[in-house]
Nanobody, 120 residues
Framework: QVHVAESGGGLVQPGGSLRLSCAASGFTLDYFAIGWFRQAPGKEREGVSC???????VYYSDSVRGRFTISRDNANTVYLQMNSLKPEDTAVYYC??????????????WGQGTQVTVSS
């Protein structure tokens, strides 16, 4: 059964950093693109970053480009390194499988989400 689980969220001050993890089970990342999304209170869910594991291409939304970095390891985990965090980055962050990175369309499964709060 395909399953992804996020971890690493928390409370951080503006300008700080966090690293989120998306651990996959039931499938191998070699065949699916993985995306990170977020949803802030009262707002729609938006795509943040995506990694195409077939060709290694990475994608970022304009709001996080230059501050966030997506990567993967060989143990079926995708990471989102978030630096220079801003209060507007506060949201529940989700990872998803089988993502169309150029369209942010999700064909696969969603994780349960992890809360990121940026506040002083």
């Amino acid at each position: 059964q395909v399953h992804v689980a996020e971890s690493g969220g928390g409370l951080v001050q503006p300008g700080g950093s966090l690293r989120l993890s998306c651990a996959a089970s039931g499938f191998t990342l070699d065949y699916f693109a993985i995306g990170w999304f977020r949803q802030a209170p009262g707002k729609e869910r938006e795509g943040v970053s995506c990694i195409s594991t077939t060709d290694g291409r990475v994608y970022y939304s304009d709001s996080v480009r230059g501050r966030f970095t997506i990567s993967r390891d060989n143990a079926n985990t995708v990471y989102l390194q978030m630096n220079s965090l801003k209060p507007e980055d506060t949201a529940v962050y989700y990872c998803a499988t089988d993502v169309g990175c150029s369209s942010w369309h999700v064909f696969g499964s969603w994780g349960q989400g992890t809360q990121v709060t940026v506040s002083s």
